[in-house]
Nanobody
């Protein structure tokens, strides 16, 4: 079983950068695709970025493409979301998620993810 804990959220001005981290516990972390999602107040949770189990493939939502980079370190059991050129519309709670099945990915649909972290708040001021 994999457990996820996000960190790195905070308050940043528009145009700034943040680096979110997701620490995973569990011996099989390295065999699961990972993803980042976000949920803004009053909105549905939406996909941000995903990475395959071995880090060989990544995908991004159009809304963040070019501003966000997802990466993973399977030795340190961490997944990172580097965000730059942040906009007020990026304000949301950001969630890390682990894939439902071993190997494969990246996955865009929430249905493909089985384990979720508690979330970390990102607030971008204008």
């Amino acid at each position: 079983q994999v457990q996820l804990v996000e960190s790195g959220g905070g308050l940043v001005q528009a145009g700034g950068s943040l680096r979110l981290s997701c620490a995973a516990s569990g011996r099989t972390f390295s065999t699961y695709a990972m993803g980042w999602f976000r949920q803004a107040p009053g909105k549905e949770r939406e996909y941000v970025a995903g990475i395959s189990w071995n880090g060989g493939s990544t995908s991004y939502a159009d809304s963040v493409k070019g501003r966000v980079t997802i990466s993973r370190d399977n030795f340190k059991n961490t997944v990172t979301l580097q965000m730059s050129s942040l906009k007020p519309e990026d304000t949301a709670v950001y969630y890390c998620a682990a894939g439902r099945q071993r190997f494969g990915g990246p996955y865009i649909s929430e249905d493909q993810y089985a384990i979720w972290g508690q979330g970390t708040q990102v607030t971008v001021s204008s």
